[in-house]
Structures are given as structure tokens and as C-alpha cells.
């Protein structure tokens, strides 16, 4: 094997994990949500934790979501676990759709110790851009197995828009 040869397998390596980093990105970029602990978030104290990264002041997590869009609404998904349905505060507010939550800390009822706190606990907030205006009053959330949906009403009826582009 040459020296090209190496050099240009090790070009293509770093190309793909660019790429693959970008895309992971990309993708992620409105899913990370940071949580900010509440005064009574009873989380444990870094005593409790054997986790060298557990700090509890700091937590950031995936919020993953899903925006659909047919020609009457569109529907946001976000996966919530761990939550129930009164710990949501949801509004409109403009082209975006906010959604306010608190995630609480259990503790376990026997005595013992934590060896790993990789979830997050605390008050979060996650804004998700809406392609469309929506009615909302006629909007409605539910919540069940971990997954919040909020079905939002657009405005004017029709398909999603695409708009072409012409480069000249």
C-alpha cells in the first residue's frame, strides 16, 4: 500500500465523520434542552453520586420531538418521559410553539447509593418553530406513554407550501 493510497482512506475517514458529525448536528440542534433544577427538585447531592460527571446544577438532555403538517393542522410530538400531564405549560406565542415543563427527581425508599445519574431533572423550556400559522384556541395536548402530542389547527387550510428556488 502507498502512501497516497493511505492518505487519501484516512481523507475519506475524516470526510464521513464530518459529515456524520454535521448531520448529528444538525438533527439535534433543537432537541438539546437544558434543565435547571427547582428549589424542591430533591436531587441528590454529589456525595450521593459515584458519577464523576454528575453535577446538579447543570443537566442537559434530548427532547426529542416531531413536527407532521397535512392540510387542516399540525402536530408536535415530544417525548417527555418520566412526566405527568399537569407538569406542561404550553402556549403559542407568535410562529412557535412553547412548551414549559418541570421533570421531578424520585428518590428510591431504601437506603443505598447512586452509581450512575445520566437523566435530566428540573424546569426546561422548548420552543419549536410552527411552519404555519394556527388557531390557538381550537389547539388541544395530550399525554400518554411518555410522548406529549399538541394538535394545532392552522389558520387557513392547504397544503405545506414549497417554494422554488431559481439560481440565476
Not at 85 to 94: A, H, P, S, T
Request: glycine fraction near 8%; proline fraction near 6%; hydrophobic fraction near 40%.
Amino acid at each position: 500500500m502507498k502512501l497516497d493510497d493511505i492518505r487519501q482512506g484516512v481523507g475519506a475517514l475524516w470526510d464521513s465523520v464530518a459529515e456524520g458529525w454535521d448531520r448529528l448536528r444538525q438533527t439535534t440542534a433543537g432537541a438539546l434542552t437544558r434543565y435547571r433544577p427547582a428549589n424542591q427538585a430533591g436531587l441528590p447531592r454529589p456525595d450521593e453520586v459515584d458519577d464523576a460527571s454528575y453535577v446538579p446544577s447543570a443537566s442537559w438532555a434530548m427532547l426529542g420531538g416531531d413536527v407532521f403538517e397535512d392540510d387542516k393542522r399540525i402536530v408536535v410530538r415530544l417525548e417527555a418521559p418520566g412526566m405527568a400531564k399537569g407538569d406542561f405549560d404550553i402556549q403559542v406565542l407568535g410562529d412557535a410553539l412553547v412548551v414549559r415543563g418541570e421533570k421531578r427527581f424520585e428518590r428510591e425508599s431504601t437506603a443505598g447509593r447512586w452509581r450512575v445519574l445520566q437523566c435530566a431533572y428540573g424546569s426546561f423550556l422548548r420552543t419549536v418553530p410552527l411552519p404555519a400559522p394556527v388557531k390557538e384556541d381550537e389547539s388541544r395536548a395530550t399525554y400518554r406513554q411518555g410522548v406529549l402530542k399538541v394538535e394545532l389547527v392552522k389558520q387557513k387550510p392547504g397544503k405545506p407550501s414549497v417554494t422554488q428556488i431559481t439560481v440565476h
